[in-house]
């Protein structure tokens, strides 16, 4: 079964950082791209960040480039964001998503639960 | 503001058939294929449609997805009680290099 679980969401001051993990399982993840998307409270989802399967590409969303990275760690099947200077507006719950092998047009079609992060001071 | 357009809700009886709508421009929906999905509140969002019309194993030949020009849309027939949840549109975007979603269309079952 294929599993993709998210952690490190928790409460931080405006202008803090965070980091949050994702491990996946149950598929060969060094050969995925790999993408997390965001759910502001009551709000739809927004692309955040996607990375390349051997981490060579990534790219991000206007609004958290230059404040936010995105990495992986094959030999451990997991992925990671560095988010720094957050804002309120940062506030959301945050997915990682298994996208598709080739290219990084091709649907996610497996989402984590997603962990919380909320700044606020 | 999405960069993909959806009306915000829809509403339908048990077993009708309700569409929703999706509109893009020529750098998304335009020029790659569109997905939707399934978000009951408070859970993961859900793969539905990708590749304009697929259907992942397990969903519903109830649901059925098109596309044409810089618009989409999804079917749902034999409305059911269950079908009742937010459906959001995606579409790789060429412009930004990155997924765009629709706003969310809220369905409920009367």
């Known amino acids: 079964e294929v599993l993709l679980v998210e952690s490190g969401g928790g409460l931080v001051q405006p202008g803090g950082s965070l980091r949050l993990s994702c491990a996946a399982s149950?598929?060969?993840?060094?050969?995925?791209?790999m993408t997390w998307v965001r759910q502001a409270p009551g709000k739809g989802l927004e692309w955040v960040a996607h990375i390349h399967p051997d981490g060579s590409e990534k790219s991000f969303v206007d609004s958290v480039k230059g404040r936010f990275t995105i990495s992986r760690d094959n030999s451990k099947s997991c992925l990671h964001l560095q988010m720094y200077s957050l804002r309120a507006e940062d506030t959301a719950k945050y997915y990682c998503?298994?996208?598709?092998?080739?290219?990084?047009?091709?649907?996610?079609?497996?989402w984590g639960t997603g962990t919380t992060v909320i700044v606020s001071s | 503001q999405s960069v993909l357009t959806q009306p915000p809700s829809a509403s339908g009886t048990p077993g009708q058939r309700v569409t929703i709508s999706c509109s893009g421009s020529s750098s998304n929906i335009g020029d790659n294929t569109v997905a939707w999905y399934q978000q009951v509140p408070g859970t993961t969002p859900k793969l539905l449609i990708y590749r304009n019309n697929q259907r992942p194993s397990g969903v519903p030949d109830r649901f059925s997805g098109s596309k044409s020009g810089t618009s989409a849309s999804l079917a749902i027939s034999g409305l059911q009680s269950e079908d009742e949840s937010d459906y959001y549109c995606?579409?790789?975007?060429?412009?930004?290099?990155?997924?765009?979603f629709g706003g969310g269309t809220k369905l409920t079952v009367l």
């Open positions: 149950g598929f060969a993840f060094n050969k995925y791209w």
């Open positions: 998503a298994k996208g598709g092998i080739s290219t990084p047009w091709v649907a996610m079609d497996v």
């Open positions: 995606a579409a790789w975007d060429d412009s930004l290099y990155g997924w765009v």
